[in-house]
């Protein structure tokens, strides 16, 4: 039997819709039970990279299993002058709130900033949520981290 162990910060956004840290091998059983149709990847340069450990990129575990790659770089937030890519960012919104995707999973390296804020942005724009509801999810995936200001500048400014 093949072990299904989640990504970490594996989470549901809503039905047909996930999140979580770039998976490895040892989660493509669980991936397999969602049933993905696609895949948006804001760690582009991950894709094709084989795991230190060996074993299968996730590049190649989409291919296997007819799953479509979206590949946004969206950049990220670092002092003192690097920002994440506003049409980059709504580019990969709209890729998740596009229905004929789903079930889609939304992944980075950690599954934290990038992913943390397009799910922020979705929330405001798609479900309505309070920018404070919004922040208070981010800020739940961090776990001992520091929210990055910046992070938390750009999702109350973001606007589609």
């Known amino acids: 039997m093949e072990k299904v162990i989640p990504p970490f910060n594996f989470s549901t956004i809503e039905p047909g819709l996930y999140r979580s840290a770039f998976p490895i091998e040892m989660n493509f059983g669980f991936l397999r039970t969602l049933s993905l149709r696609s895949v948006l990847c804001l760690s582009p340069g991950l ?4 795991p230190d450990s060996g ?6 575990f989409c291919s296997e299993n007819d799953i479509t790659v979206h590949s946004i770089e969206i950049g990220e937030n ?4 690097q920002e994440m890519d ?3 960012v709504r580019e990969a919104v ?9 079930p889609l999973l939304v992944v980075c390296i950690s599954g ?7 799910v922020a942005c979705v929330r405001k724009q798609q479900q309505q949520w309070a920018l404070t509801a919004s922040i208070d999810e ?11 200001l910046l992070d938390l500048q750009f999702i109350e400014s973001y606007r589609d």
């Open 55 to 60: 074993g299968a990129s996730l590049s190649s």
């Open 78 to 81: 670092k002092e003192p002058f």
């Open 112 to 118: 934290i900033e990038r992913t943390g804020c397009v």
């Open 138 to 148: 981010y800020s739940r995936f961090l776990g001992t981290k520091t929210a990055n």
């Open 86 to 88: 506003p049409e980059g």
């Open 94 to 102: 709209r890729t998740a709130l596009d229905t004929s995707q789903r």
């Open 47 to 50: 894709l094709h990279k084989i």
